[in-house]
């Protein structure tokens, strides 16, 4: 399977809870971006992140709210103390660079829900 | 904050019928990417369009990419069932962001 791939398709969590959101791009990405898609709503951008570092992100909630994408293993999108704000579908895109390499390809996402 | 108006919201159109989807900003993007989504899905890429003035074409869909790089269109010519979905245009902003529009809800009847 050589798209990204995202895991888990659905999350449920209780409030207060935390959501941790996975997500492995292609193989021979090493750019990585979190969208939230709201109901109702267009997607959003929220991060962007390359191996160990983190490169803009501008579009994420400053609390309860955090990504990284470690050296080895996949990229996480992390939410503490989860509310019913937050349930929306996730969406992990990565690319092979930027400019001409910055095609973004989606992964499947997820569906947080909140309770 | 760039922004991306994206028009019909929603089009219900006939088997065979063509159609324009519109995607417009007052801001400068360095390419414009077209996606489809399907329910419960993520986006799948058709195209990206790069330099002002380009027209794409894949099978029955056209591309286009404005002379100025603020807006773009993408034209179905005789619709099928098929071509039914959620389709966003997306420009790239500073920085490799996408700035999403709000998308347009095809559904073709047959």
């Known amino acids: 399977n050589a798209g990204v791939m995202q895991n888990p398709r659905h999350l449920v969590r209780r409030r207060g809870q935390e959501a941790r959101l996975r997500c492995s791009p292609m193989?021979?990405?090493?750019?990585v971006y979190w969208y939230r898609q709201l109901p109702e709503e267009g997607l959003k951008f929220m991060v962007y992140?390359?191996?160990?570092?983190?490169?803009?992100e501008s579009g994420m909630p400053k609390e309860r709210f955090s990504a990284e994408f470690p050296k080895e293993g996949p990229s996480i999108l992390r939410i503490q103390q989860v509310v019913r704000g937050d349930s929306a579908a996730y969406f992990c895109?990565?690319?092979?660079?930027?400019?001409?390499?910055?095609?973004?390809?989606f992964g499947p996402g997820t569906r947080l829900t909140v309770t | 904050t760039q922004l991306l108006e994206q028009s019909p919201q929603f089009l219900s159109i006939q088997e065979g019928e063509n159609l324009t989807v519109y995607c417009n900003s007052s801001?400068?993007?360095?390419?414009l990417q077209w996606y489809r989504q399907e329910p419960g899905e993520g986006p799948v890429l058709l195209v990206t369009v790069v330099t002002g003035g380009e027209v794409k074409k894949l099978k029955r869909l056209t591309f286009q990419f404005g002379d100025a790089r603020k807006d773009s269109s993408l034209h179905i010519t005789a619709a099928q069932p098929g071509d039914t979905g959620l389709y966003l245009c997306?420009?790239?902003?500073?920085?490799?962001?996408?700035?999403f529009g709000a998308g347009t809800i095809l559904r073709v009847k047959s």
């Open positions: 997306a420009g790239v902003a500073v920085g490799n962001k996408l700035v």
């Open positions: 992140l390359q191996k160990e570092n983190i490169i803009d």
């Open positions: 193989k021979g990405h090493s750019h």
């Open positions: 895109a990565s690319s092979q660079g930027t400019g001409i390499l910055g095609e973004q390809y």
């Open positions: 801001s400068v993007f360095s390419s």
